[in-house]
């Protein structure tokens, strides 16, 4: 099926210049992939989520990123709605909604992704936000180090026109080869305490190699796509109302994680079964 649909997609996009601005660069980006119809679809199922979060959001949690309740985690099903007005991240909707899986798991997208990443990608996690996240510049791998080094990818997916108001995705290019910093524990997962020394050598790093960032401001349907190890973050907000509708997920190779803890689509793509992340007591 794929090599059908890889007729198609090669007609709108070059997969060997996608593949070497990923490896070069450190991301790719893919021009109006997804139409109107898709987007639809899936923001009318986060809206019904939403109505009915007090019944139908099941276990699924959110990360408030404003406001009172900045840098908690909370149930949705629980969240007051000022957690919801202000920025917050919602986690791991792949599990709950089929709308979400039709974007992260499409058979194009993942086509290309597996051609760009050489393996089949399995969606390990997503988070989607309707206003811009504002995190500082990061790895990804600090919060979710792949099993074999490097070897994970991101979608972020626009679901609506962006604006620089909306507080947009910065990013070093090439940041990705510079050589990791490893934490006390000998790893790349991020240590409790330790953000200010490995902020300091990455800076240090991309002032050496003379690395300067770039923003994206994308349109409805338009994918970028980065690497494990690309610095990025989100700008702050100009004008609060201002959204940046988003839908950002995270794939390993589905070859690295055992055959036990994956779930497919009727499709044939992959996503990892877990339970949605935990609450503080
Ligand atoms: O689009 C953004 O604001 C960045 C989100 C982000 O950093 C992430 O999902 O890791």
């Known amino acids: 099926m794929w090599n059908k649909l890889k007729e198609l997609v090669g007609k709108k996009y070059n997969i060997e210049e996608l593949k070497r601005d990923y490896e070069d660069n ?4 893919l021009k109006g992939f997804f139409n109107k119809r898709d987007l639809r679809k ?4 986060v809206n019904q989520i939403w109505q009915n979060r007090r019944t139908d959001a099941g276990e ?5 990123l404003e406001g009172e309740l900045n840098g908690q985690r909370l149930k949705l099903k629980d969240a007051p709605d000022t957690a919801l007005e202000c920025a917050h991240k919602v986690n791991d909707l792949y599990l709950e909604s089929a709308a979400c899986r039709n974007l992260n798991l499409n058979k194009k997208l993942c086509g290309i992704l597996k051609d760009i990443f050489a393996d089949d990608p399995l969606v390990i996690n997503s988070l989607s936000f309707r206003k811009g996240s504002q995190q500082p510049h990061h790895f990804d791998t600090y919060f979710m180090p792949p099993p074999v080094e490097n070897q994970m990818v991101v979608s972020s997916i626009c679901l609506e026109d962006q604006c620089k108001e909306a507080g947009t995705l910065s990013f070093y290019p090439g940041s990705h080869k510079i050589k990791p910093y490893v934490f006390s524990h000998g790893g790349i997962h991020l240590a409790p305490g330790e953000m200010k020394n490995a902020t300091a050598y990455i800076e240090k790093e991309i002032e050496e190699q003379g690395l300067t960032t770039k923003t994206f401001i994308g349109k409805a349907g338009d994918v970028f796509i980065w690497h494990a190890q690309l610095y990025h973050g989100g700008l702050p907000i100009l004008d609060e109302n201002k959204t940046r509708k988003t839908l950002v997920t995270h794939y390993w ?3 690295d994680v055992e055959e036990e803890r994956v779930a497919f ?4 793509e992959s996503y990892l079964k877990k339970d949605h992340l935990a609450v503080a007591a």
């Not at 899936?42 to 199922?45: G, L, N, T």
């Not at 699924?60 to 408030?64: G, L, P, Q, R």
Request: some cysteine.
């Open 26 to 29: 450190g991301y790719c980006i």
């Open 42 to 45: 899936f923001d009318s199922d």
């Open 60 to 64: 699924i949690t959110i990360d408030v």
């Open 253 to 255: 190779r589905r070859n």
């Open 265 to 268: 689509t009727a499709e044939g």
